[in-house]
């Protein structure tokens, strides 16, 4: 038998029937000791009455109550010197013997007899009783037969029903195993069914179908991603050839070839860093992205993002407000994420527009706030602008690829905070709030 169920099956089995070994050996011991044990209290009690009730006649005749005796047993008595005055059975020695009262065991044509000798006083004389033991070795050889043959049929038919109870316990896991070598990328919405009972294997099934819940989203979430990236690509690259084949159409001058040439460089840097985005998530995903955790402090990270922004210029009026908010995290990581928020609302916001920045900290945490004065994010829509490729309506998205939210949500994850839109009916514009674990060091 192969398998756990067999496995299960033989371990069991071997089990049963070591337990059931040890029992017969305890029970066969203790048998045998209480049957010896009766008998000789048994033989004690007739040798007794025997010495009792046997008497001296007044003539000088010994009368010997050998009806008390009913078990063939043979006897020998003694004078008091030791020489055989009267025997029954057997060929009892003529003596004279040193005789001592007690129990001994002696062998007659291989049977073992037990043998007491008392000395009676009523009649001054010496009696020993021997009685055969083979009714006791004959109850203890059917016993042992009973063991020999009942421990090995309890086995095979304890066995019989371990195999078949295996088997019905273990259905669930040979059609896990089925379900298993089926699945593909396009069955992953199958379920197994639910069991009924609560135990090992229902729990078993229940997280399988959880795995294959995990696994029909990640495989959905992978298939979103490859078709928008394409998406996204496509465009681009075929922007890129047509502005190729018409500078190629025809001989031009110099210039035009410079300015077909300058267009599909900043086409190629524009894809470049979409690339590098869409490699960063991928990364980002697989939990290949290392980085080192280092105290920081956001209020540090937003006011040099701020100042590199308002160095490159803009028609936005900035209204900053920096209180300690130290961390715990990786440089890098989180500068791209403040740059990412910062850039997105300098897209976001009409020129002459404001954008707030701050950091604080809140109820144990630092906190980084970003609010633009653009058109907003309705309601319904405050969810999907973290999703990949996901732009809003035209007022609100520009010339990005809708990945820059998307990163940020996945920094955050890494440094074990949240981002999240907040609403505030009083003003207008998206208002980004980042909150991450506070660093006390």
């Known amino acids: 038998m192969g398998g756990i169920r067999g496995r299960l099956t033989l371990w069991y089995v071997l089990l049963l029937f070591l337990t059931l070994l040890f029992f017969s050996v305890v029970v066969y011991l203790g048998v045998e000791r209480s049957l010896y044990r009766w008998f000789d209290h048994d033989l004690a009690q007739e040798v007794q009455q025997f010495a009792r009730e046997s008497e001296l006649e007044d003539d000088g005749e010994l009368d010997l109550e050998y009806e008390v005796l009913s078990h063939g047993e043979e006897v020998a008595v003694y004078d ?108 992953l ?64 001058e110099s210039e035009e070839y410079q300015a077909s040439l300058n267009e599909i460089r900043e086409g190629l840097e524009s894809m470049g860093t979409l690339v590098a985005k869409l490699l960063a998530l991928a990364r980002s995903d697989a939990g290949a992205v290392a980085f080192e955790r280092e105290p920081l402090d956001l209020a540090d990270l937003a006011a040099d993002a701020v100042f590199s922004l308002q160095e490159e210029g803009g028609a936005v009026r900035w209204e900053t407000y920096f209180a300690p908010a130290p961390v715990l995290g990786d440089q890098t990581r989180l500068t791209e994420l403040v740059l990412n928020l910062l850039e997105n609302a300098v897209r976001h916001t009409p020129e002459g527009g ?55 949500r996945s920094i955050v994850a890494e440094h074990g905070g949240e981002i999240f839109l907040q609403r505030e009916a009083a003003q207008r514009g998206a208002h980004f709030v980042v909150r991450l674990p506070l660093s006390r060091g």
């Not at 019905?168 to 396009?186: F, K, M, V």
């Not at 920045?357 to 969810?383: C, F, I, N, W, Y």
Request: positive net charge; contains cysteine.
């Open 80 to 187: 008091p010197q030791g020489v055989l005055v009267a025997e029954v059975g057997g060929l009892a020695p003529p003596g004279p013997l040193r005789l001592e009262t007690g129990f001994d065991t002696h062998f007659k044509n291989g049977v073992p007899w037990r043998r007491l000798t008392i000395y009676a006083p009523s009649v001054k004389l010496w009696v020993r009783v021997s009685r055969s033991q083979e009714d006791v070795r004959a109850s203890l050889r059917a016993l042992f037969g009973l063991l020999l043959v009942g421990v090995p049929l309890t086995v095979l038919l304890a066995g019989a029903g371990g195999l078949f109870l295996a088997s019905r316990l273990l259905n669930p896991l040979d059609e896990i195993t089925r379900r298993a070598a089926t699945l593909g990328a396009e069955g």
């Open 189 to 252: 919405s199958e379920r197994l069914q639910s069991l009924e009972s609560d135990d090992e294997l229902a729990r078993l099934v229940e997280t399988f179908n959880q795995m294959l819940g995990r696994l029909d989203e990640a495989f959905a979430r992978q298939k979103q991603f490859t078709s928008d990236a394409a998406h996204e690509l496509r465009t681009p690259i075929a922007r890129l050839l047509t502005r190729a084949e018409v500078a190629l159409s025809r001989p031009r």
């Open 354 to 408: 404001t954008i707030k920045v701050s950091t604080s900290q809140r109820k144990g945490q630092a906190e980084l706030s970003v609010h633009d004065s653009g058109p907003g994010v309705p309601e319904d829509l405050k969810e999907r602008i973290f999703e990949r490729f996901y732009q809003a309506e035209a007022s609100r998205h520009g010339q990005g690829a809708g990945l820059g939210l998307p990163i940020c």
